[in-house]
C-alpha cells in the first residue's frame, strides 16, 4: 500500500483511490463519421507504457473528484499530480 | 554398518527430477535461425517442443531475456481446467486438458499432474444461474461438468464452510473432476529439455530490444507485405525467418516499436502460500464473487490468489490490501485457515484484454504472429497453445483452434468474452 497524494486533500492511503485507466481519451467529436477501425480504436485500445503514464484516479472515499497522475508502471511511483484542466501533465521526455 | 537394506523404500523426493542446469545447453546465439520464438516461459518452450516433434522444425532459438521460465510460468499458481463458457474457450482449454492427461509421457519427465477437480462456487442466485447455464454448454462441447448443491459441494471438500450465516453463503458450485495442478517449474523444465535434445537454442539473458524491418507498417506498408528480417538483442543482431511473440506481460512494450497497437494492458497479479501443512484440502476451490481460490501444493503449502491489481504496472509486485481482501475472503470460506502462517507472496505481470480472452495469430508484418492477453488463465493452456502456434508456424495456416482469437476481433466485434463465464479467469 503506498501514499497517494490527492491534489485536492493530500497524501492519502491507496485504498481509498479508484484507477480510472490511460487519461485523456476523449470521446470522438465526429462520432458519425468513425470507421469500424477507429470506433474499435476509441472503445478498446490504449497505451500500455512502461514507464511514466498520464492516467485518471478518482478519490472514491475522500472528495470523490478524479485527477491526473503521473506514474511510473516500472516503480509504482506517482511522478506528480494535477487537477483536471489545469496545469497540462508532461511526460518527463527524459525517462519516456 | 551403515549400508541400507535392498527393501528399503526410496526416501521422499527420490523421485525428483535432474537439476535444470543438466537438462538444457547454453548456446551462444547464431546469427539467424528459421524461426525465433521470443519469451522462454511456458508458451515460447511449447511451441518450440511442438515444432521439433509434430512439425522436425529444428533450426529454431528461444529468446528469454532473464532466466528460462522466470517469468509468469514460475509465478503462477497452476490452476488447469476448461470449463470455459463460448465454445471458442471451450474448444482451446480442453484440446490442452487433452494433452496434458498424456504430457508426462510425452515428455519423458514427471510434472506432477495430478487432476483433482475445481469446484467453482457460486455465492448469488445470479452466480446460481450463470453456473448451470456454464456446466449445461460444457457438457454440449464434451467436457465434464456437474451442477452441485451446497450439500455435495461438502462432499467433496469438508473444510469449505458451506453454513447459510456468512456474508456470502456458498450457495452451490460447478465441479469438473478432471481439471487440477501440475508442478510448473517441472513443465517448462520438461518442455526445455526435449526441445534442447531436438536441437532447439534456448538462449538466456538475451532480451530483444527492437527488430529489423523490411517496410515498415509505421512508414505506411501495405499490411501483409511488411516483414520482420532480423531481432536485435542485447546479444547482437539476430537473422529469423519466422518471428513468434511469447513474452507475455511485455508483448505490447515490443509491438509498440513495430508500430502495431493492440488492446493489451499489464497488470500485476499476486498470489501467495502458506506454510507447509499436512494434506487437507482435496480439490481446488474458486470464488470468483468473493474473489479467492485455493489449492495445496503437493508439498502442503495453501496457494491463493486473486484478481489482478487495478491499475497497470511492470514492478511484479501488488498492493497489500489486495492480499488482505483475498485472506478475509479465504479465512471466511475455510475457517481452518485461520490460524496458517503466511509464508511468501509475489506477483507476475499479466497482460489483460477487454474481453477477457487471448489475442494469438497473424500481425500485420507478415512473418510474424502474436500470442498474448492469456491474461491471468494462460498457464492452464501451455501444450494446447504451444501445439496449435507450432502448427500454424510450420503449415503457414492458422490451427482453426486459435482462429477466433484474432486481434481483428476488436474492429469486427466477434469478441469472445469470457468476462460472464471467468470472470477472474485462472
Ligand atoms: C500470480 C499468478 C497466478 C497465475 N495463476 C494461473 C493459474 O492458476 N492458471 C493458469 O492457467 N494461469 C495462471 N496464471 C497465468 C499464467 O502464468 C500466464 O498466462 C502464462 O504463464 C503466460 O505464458 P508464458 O508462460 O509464456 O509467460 P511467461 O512465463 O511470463 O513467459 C514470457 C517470457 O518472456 C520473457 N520476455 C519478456 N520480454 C522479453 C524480451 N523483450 N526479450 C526476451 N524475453 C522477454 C519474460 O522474461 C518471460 O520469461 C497466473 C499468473 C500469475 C502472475
Ligand atoms: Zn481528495
Known amino acids: 500500500m503506498q501514499l497517494i497524494t490527492c491534489p485536492w486533500c493530500g497524501p492519502r492511503e491507496e485504498l481509498e483511490f479508484h484507477y480510472g485507466g490511460q487519461a485523456d481519451v476523449r470521446y470522438p467529436d465526429n462520432p458519425q463519421e468513425l470507421t469500424d477501425e477507429q470506433w474499435g480504436h476509441f472503445v478498446f485500445f490504449r497505451d500500455n507504457p512502461k514507464g511514466p503514464f498520464a492516467e485518471r484516479w478518482v478519490h472514491s472515499?475522500?472528495?470523490?473528484?478524479?485527477?491526473?497522475?503521473?506514474?511510473?508502471?516500472?516503480?509504482?511511483?506517482?511522478?506528480?499530480?494535477?487537477?483536471?484542466?489545469?496545469?497540462?501533465?508532461?511526460i518527463p521526455e527524459a525517462t519516456r | 554398518m551403515s549400508s541400507t537394506t535392498a527393501t528399503a523404500a526410496d526416501p521422499p523426493g527420490a523421485d525428483l527430477p535432474e537439476h535444470p542446469d543438466f537438462l538444457w545447453h547454453n548456446p551462444e546465439p547464431k546469427r539467424s535461425y528459421d524461426v525465433?520464438?521470443?519469451?522462454g516461459g511456458g508458451h515460447g518452450l511449447a511451441t518450440a517442443h511442438y515444432l521439433v516433434r509434430n512439425h522436425g522444425i529444428t533450426n529454431v532459438?528461444?529468446?528469454?531475456?532473464?532466466?528460462?521460465?522466470?517469468?509468469?510460468?514460475?509465478?503462477?499458481?497452476?490452476?488447469?481446467?476448461?470449463?470455459?463458457?463460448?465454445?471458442?474457450?471451450?474448444?482451446?482449454?480442453e484440446h490442452a486438458l487433452k494433452l496434458w492427461e498424456g504430457l508426462e509421457d510425452d515428455l519423458g519427465y514427471p510434472i506432477l499432474f495430478s487432476q483433482r477437480g475445481v469446484l467453482n462456487l457460486a455465492h448469488t442466485e445470479q452466480d446460481v444461474r450463470d453456473s448451470v447455464r456454464r456446466v449445461e454448454a460444457n457438457k454440449l462441447n464434451g467436457i465434464d461438468a456437474e451442477y452441485l448443491g451446497p450439500d455435495d459441494v461438502a462432499k467433496i471438500c469438508p473444510i469449505l464452510n458451506v453454513s447459510d450465516d456468512i456474508r456470502y453463503p456458498v450457495l452451490g458450485a460447478t465441479y469438473q473432476p478432471r481439471a487440477g495442478i501440475a508442478k510448473h517449474d517441472y513443465v517448462a523444465w520438461g518442455f526445455a529439455r526435449r526441445a534442447d535434445?531436438?536441437?532447439?537454442?534456448?538462449?538466456?539473458?538475451?532480451?530483444?530490444?527492437?527488430?529489423?524491418?523490411?517496410?515498415?507498417v509505421e512508414d505506411g506498408a501495405a499490411e501483409g507485405t511488411a516483414r520482420v528480417t532480423g531481432i536485435r538483442t542485447t546479444r547482437g543482431d539476430i537473422a529469423c525467418g519466422q518471428v513468434a511473440l511469447c513474452a507475455a506481460g511485455h508483448t505490447s512494450t515490443l509491438l509498440d516499436r513495430l508500430g502495431v497497437r493492440t488492446p493489451l494492458q499489464s497488470h500485476p497479479l499476486q498470489a501467495l502460500v502458506s506454510e507447509l501443512l499436512e494434506p487437507v484440502h482435496p480439490t481446488i476451490?474458486?470464488?470468483?464473487?468473493?474473489?479467492?481460490?485455493?489449492?495445496?501444493?503437493?508439498?502442503g503449502e495453501l496457494v491463493m490468489g486473486a484478481g489482478v491489481d487495478s491499475y497497470n504496472g511492470y514492478g511484479q509486485r501488488g498492493a497489500f490490501h489486495i492480499i488482505e481482501r483475498q485472506m478475509a475472503a479465504a479465512v471466511e470460506l475455510f475457517p481452518i485457515f485461520a490460524r496458517a502462517h503466511l509464508l511468501r507472496s509475489w506477483a507476475g505481470i499479466v497482460d489483460v484484454t477487454p474481453d477477457a480472452s487471448p489475442i494469438v495469430g497473424r500481425t500485420p508484418y507478415a512473418n510474424?504472429?502474436?500470442?498474448?492477453?492469456?491474461?491471468?488463465?494462460?498457464?492452464k493452456v501451455t501444450p494446447g497453445l504451444g501445439w496449435c502456434l507450432a502448427h500454424t508456424?510450420?503449415?503457414?495456416?492458422?490451427?482453426?483452434?486459435?482462429?477466433?482469437?484474432a486481434l481483428d476481433r476488436f474492429v469486427t466485434g466477434a469478441l469472445v468474452d469470457e468476462h460472464g463465464a471467468a470472470g477472474v479467469a485462472h
Not at chain 1, 64 to 89: K, N, Y
Not at chain 2, 393 to 405: Q, R, V, Y
Request: aromatic share 10%.
Open chain 2, 285 to 299: 476451490v474458486m470464488s470468483n464473487a468473493v474473489h479467492v481460490y485455493v489449492s495445496q501444493a503437493h508439498k
Open chain 2, 368 to 379: 510474424v504472429l502474436v500470442n498474448s492477453g492469456w491474461g491471468t488463465g494462460g498457464f
Open chain 2, 61 to 93: 532459438a528461444v529468446l528469454e531475456k532473464g532466466w528460462l521460465a522466470g517469468g509468469n510460468m514460475a509465478r503462477n499458481t497452476t490452476l488447469i481446467r476448461s470449463n470455459y463458457l463460448w465454445d471458442a474457450s471451450a474448444a482451446i482449454y
Open chain 1, 61 to 90: 472515499a475522500g472528495c470523490r473528484r478524479w485527477f491526473i497522475a503521473i506514474r511510473d508502471t516500472r516503480t509504482h511511483q506517482f511522478l506528480s499530480v494535477h487537477r483536471i484542466g489545469e496545469d497540462q501533465p508532461q
Open chain 2, 197 to 216: 535434445a531436438g536441437g532447439v537454442d534456448l538462449i538466456q539473458d538475451c532480451e530483444v530490444l527492437d527488430f529489423v524491418t523490411e517496410g515498415s
Open chain 2, 393 to 405: 508456424i510450420a503449415t503457414g495456416e492458422l490451427h482453426p483452434l486459435i482462429e477466433p482469437f
Open chain 2, 36 to 39: 525465433v520464438i521470443i519469451g
